[in-house]
């Protein structure tokens, strides 16, 4: 019998559920694949429906949790065994290793600049805008902020030719190309699962471009470009020329409620997040002229119909509803032409625009399948994680002990995804009481929230 809870996924749904056990008094293991915790939420500029800094809101629980002393993060690993039952799950864990003592580096950065493939590797964590080095830190605000050597890039590790400046470069001598690979074994006697989502790649939705034409970007794409901590600097700049976008086009269900791709289903977020784009890129510039293409505006949340209302009013956006058949592009200037059928003007008509953003369908994250097999839980038509009754207990699995949570369930926004940690974490500090654990404290004077 164990009194620990598993945490799968470390995005904002994942640590309310550390700090809230852990304010329970409850152990805590968080397994999180990346070499940060924070997840999508941390690498977005703002956030509806308040407009509130993304980071600046997550980075204190990031920063919480990790330091809590009843969880323990660990990074850059994946669960790949899973036995046993509720109240005593062996579970194994394979760390991925860093070639950095995680104990000893301070995050200085001088390891980051002295690599000899500094700014020469596309950097994916702003969606390759920027680059990188094989000796990186994630992004600024990393949780924990420890750099990390890429394997696959790594001169030195994958063909045994660099002089390593690195290594002199790091005072702290943390940088360790002797680390291996290690597999964890921990006791649990629940496990919560929380990670999160991905974006589906529109290349396949080919009449709108991307791929093709340059200043035709996705949503994610957006969030980084505007990012003050982003590449750019938080300048929205088109890719073929660096010039400002004045007219911006978004287009929204891309890949999803279409049936070609696979998703039918609404992601229930884009038409929010594109209002917030679209006023992001006004309160930037107030000559920016934004026109949302949506299929239904589906701003169902308490204040979202407000939020849309004051976008067409005090931020000036354009709410057009059509789906756009097609969108070509000025060889010379790179303007694109957004066609589209004005389903209230009537006839088909084209606009043409400096840069268009897609909004494309929330996907389970990549994966999935494999961690379902682990776990045994079962996956839905979708491939998300499929609840044992989504009415009446949407965080169970069809496995005791085991809950589900997050945008692994379904595509949600960051106020459902911390909802459904908090009722997760009870979940899973029932189900231990219920096996003969520990019963669940209620959080007090050490609630950190
Ligand atoms: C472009 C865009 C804009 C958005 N804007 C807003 C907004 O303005 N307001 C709002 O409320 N919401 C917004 N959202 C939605 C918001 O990002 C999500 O609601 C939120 O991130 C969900 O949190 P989560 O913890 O469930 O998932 P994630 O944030 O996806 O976190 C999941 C974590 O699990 C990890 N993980 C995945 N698989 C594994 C594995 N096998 N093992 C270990 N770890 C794993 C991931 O690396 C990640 O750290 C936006 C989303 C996008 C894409
Ligand atoms: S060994 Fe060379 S390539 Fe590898 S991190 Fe150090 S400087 Fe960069
Ligand atoms: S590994 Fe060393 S040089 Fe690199 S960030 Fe950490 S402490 Fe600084």
């Known amino acids: 019998m164990s009194d620990s809870v598993l945490v799968i996924g470390g995005g904002v749904c994942g640590i309310q559920a550390a700090l809230d056990l852990g304010d329970k008094g409850l152990k805590v293991k968080m397994v999180e694949r990346e070499p940060s915790i924070g997840g999508r939420m941390a690498l977005l500029d703002k956030v509806f429906p308040t407009n509130d800094c993304s980071i600046c809101i997550l980075a204190p629980k990031m920063i919480t949790c990790f330091n809590h002393?009843?969880?323990?993060?660990?990074?850059?690993?994946?669960?790949?065994?899973?036995?046993?039952?509720?109240?005593?799950f062996k579970v194994k864990v394979r760390k991925k290793a860093r070639y950095v003592d995680e104990d000893k580096c301070t995050g200085?950065?001088?390891?980051?600049?002295?690599?000899?493939?500094?700014?020469r590797i596309p950097d994916e964590w702003n969606q390759n805008f920027g680059t990188r080095g094989a000796s990186y830190i994630p992004f600024m605000q990393a949780v924990p902020r420890v750099a990390i050597i890429?394997?696959?890039?790594?001169?030195?590790?994958?063909?045994?030719?660099?002089?390593?400046?690195c290594l002199e470069a790091c005072l702290r001598n943390a940088i360790d190309f002797e680390q291996e690979d290690e597999v964890v074994d921990l006791e649990v006697g629940s496990i919560i699962v929380a990670t999160g989502l991905d974006m589906y790649d529109p290349t396949p939705v080919t009449e709108y471009g991307y791929g093709r034409f340059a200043n035709v970007i996705h949503s994610m794409e957006y969030e980084r470009l505007i990012n003050a901590s982003g590449p750019?600097?938080?300048?929205?700049?088109?890719?073929?020329?660096?010039?400002?976008?004045?007219?911006?086009a978004y287009i929204q269900c891309v890949g999803a409620r279409d049936v070609r791709s696979g998703h039918p289903y609404c992601c229930s977020v884009c038409c929010m997040y594109a209002t917030k784009d679209a006023m992001l890129a006004y309160m930037h510039h107030d000559d920016t002229e934004n026109y949302i293409f949506y299929t239904d505006l589906r701003a169902f949340g308490r204040g979202f119909d407000e939020y849309i209302k004051r976008g067409a009013d005090e931020y000036k956006i354009n709410y057009i509803r059509a789906r756009p058949g097609e969108i070509t592009e000025d060889p010379v200037t790179k303007n694109l032409f957004v066609w589209y059928d004005d389903t209230e003007g009537g006839g088909v008509k084209s606009m043409e625009v400096d840069m268009v953003v897609l909004s494309t369908a929330f996907v389970p994250p990549r994966g999935i399948e494999e961690l379902a097999a682990v776990l045994?839980?079962?996956?839905?038509?979708?491939?998300?994680?499929?609840a044992s009754d989504d009415l009446l207990a949407p965080m169970d699995s069809c496995v005791p002990g085991i809950y589900i949570a997050g945008a692994c369930t379904r595509p949600m926004d960051v106020t459902d995804a911390v909802t459904q940690g908090g009722g997760a974490a009870d979940r899973a500090a029932q189900a231990i009481a219920q096996c003969g654990g520990k019963p669940p404290a209620k959080a007090g004077a050490g609630d950190r929230r």
């Open 376 to 386: 045994g839980v079962e996956l839905d038509e979708y491939d998300f994680f499929k």
């Open 108 to 119: 200085c950065d001088a390891c980051t600049q002295a690599c000899v493939l500094a700014g």
């Open 150 to 165: 890429d394997g696959e890039k790594c001169l030195r590790l994958t063909k045994g030719k660099c002089k390593s400046p």
């Open 69 to 88: 002393p009843n969880v323990e993060v660990l990074t850059c690993a994946e669960v790949v065994g899973v036995k046993g039952k509720a109240g005593d």
């Open 232 to 248: 750019t600097g938080g300048h929205i700049t088109r890719r073929s020329d660096g010039e400002r976008p004045k007219r911006i």
